[in-house]
């Protein structure tokens, strides 16, 4: 996505946010981040966000949301569509391990999200973060010359990408399941696990 496009996209929103939200929501720049992640969405003091949690607007809010809104889902499908847009091929891996990057901010958020949906929904988001494992995969894989310049193999995980200038980080490969074991996601490395015994059964099942 190009800088202009992007620029369209925040002024659009911008002007929807001010339309619709009657000035309880407003975007605001963000210090010390760089496009398309320097702005964000705040309520625009501090009591309308807690009126706005009060029993009867979540009651209120609760009729008018479809019932098959998962707003946990869409937050984490919006960091994950973040993810996907993201050209890692211009800087060095030194700067990609730095929590400002983009991709290291926008990971994080995603584990945050995913964990918190953990416990209050009881399920792991496991289409999601599939999805995200196989999205920064191609992503490190499109752009080989940071691979390189990491001095990782062809065959490593894209984790040990990411991990690879970290202080004091175990030599061991890394995989996705290191990341979301660090993330704390039990439910979705429990139902990993699960998925793997299935494949090794059904392997063991093919007739010779």
Same mark, same amino acid.
């Given at each position: ?13 911008? %002007? ?9 929501? +407003? ?11 320097? %702005?964000?969405?705040? &309520? ?8 706005? %949690? ?12 479809? =019932?098959? &809104? ?32 983009? &991709? ?6 995603? &584990?945050?999200?995913?964990? +918190? ?31 390189? =310049? ?50 090794? %059964? ?7």
């Amino acid at each position: 996505m190009s800088k202009l496009e992007i620029r369209k996209r925040h002024e659009s929103t911008t %002007r929807r946010l001010n339309s619709r939200c009657k000035g309880l929501l +407003e975007v605001s720049q963000i210090d010390g981040k760089a496009p398309p992640f320097h %702005r964000q969405v705040d &309520f625009l003091h501090r009591t309308a966000r807690d009126f706005m %949690r009060t029993k009867s607007m979540q009651n209120m809010l609760a009729r008018y949301t479809p =019932a098959r &809104f998962d707003a946990g889902r869409t937050i984490m499908s919006s960091y994950l569509v973040q993810i996907k847009g993201l050209k890692v091929g211009n800087v060095t891996p030194l700067y990609l391990h730095s929590p400002l990057h983009p &991709f290291t901010l926008m990971l994080e958020r995603l &584990f945050d999200c995913a964990c +918190e949906y953990e416990m209050s929904k009881g399920v792991a988001p496991t289409a999601i973060l599939d999805d995200l494992d196989k999205s920064a995969g191609l992503l490190f894989q499109r752009d080989s010359p940071l691979r390189k =310049a990491s001095g990782l193999g062809a065959y490593y995980h894209w984790s040990n990408v990411r991990l690879s200038y970290s202080e004091g980080r175990d030599k061991s490969p890394k995989t996705f399941i290191t990341l979301a074991t660090s993330a704390g996601l039990s439910l979705y490395i429990r139902e990993a696990g699960a998925r793997s015994q299935l494949g090794f %059964r059904a392997t063991r099942d093919v007739p010779c």
